[in-house]
């Protein structure tokens, strides 16, 4: 039997090194490849969702212009936000976007308190609980997202994860937030 020499041992563990490291250099970069697409599929998901509610608002806003015809500027505004919406291509313009429609869409359903008629609509109440289910979708989906970028954040961002992120491009995903003043409630004036 050969004895192995003193470089030999040193070769073999510095292989064995090589080898654990390339593995955990395979499972990291795979792991952040998964977390990445978690966060594409749940930013898709609210996609679809304004879409969804893309799509219901013209039969909204034709329904409430048959018995509102002073209301125009509210209607506009709802036009124009949407056509906002729809043209965003980031997360935070998608997002002011977003919040500019719904602001846009409580003054509207504001305005319809005055108008009896139109409440009492079957195609007016059936198109306002669309929207406020998929309202609800909305912010199902914002939360996912948001904790699908909150998870992939810390993951890249934590020791020794860095290094692989670092090396192949990974970088931080904005998180998906209301704009400025969303949290304030619009105001509406019957003048």
């Known amino acids: 039997m050969k004895k192995i020499s003193g470089w030999g041992i040193f070769g073999i563990i510095v292989a064995a090194l090589v080898v654990i490291l390339g593995v955990w250099g395979i499972g990291s970069y795979n792991n952040l490849i998964t977390l990445k697409e978690t966060v594409n599929n749940q930013y898709s998901n ?7 509610r893309m799509d219901l608002i013209p039969n909204l806003v034709s329904t409430v212009k048959g018995y509102t015809s002073h209301e125009s500027e509210v209607l506009q505004q709802i036009s124009e936000s949407r056509e906002k919406l729809s043209g965003a291509s980031t997360v935070s313009d998608k997002a002011n976007a977003n919040a500019e429609l719904s602001s846009a869409l409580s003054r509207l359903l504001v305005i319809v308190e005055n108008y009896p008629n139109l409440k009492a609509d079957t195609q007016f109440t059936a198109l306002t ?3 406020s289910g998929t309202e609800n979708r909305i912010a199902v989906s914002r939360k996912d997202y948001n904790l699908a970028v909150q998870n992939y954040n810390q993951t890249i961002k934590k020791f020794p994860t860095v290094l692989i992120a670092s090396m192949f491009g990974f970088s931080a995903a904005d998180q998906f937030e209301a704009s400025e003043g969303a949290q304030n409630a619009p105001t509406v004036s019957f003048e």
């Open 46 to 52: 609210i996609d679809v969702q304004l879409q969804r």
């Open 129 to 131: 609980d669309e929207l």
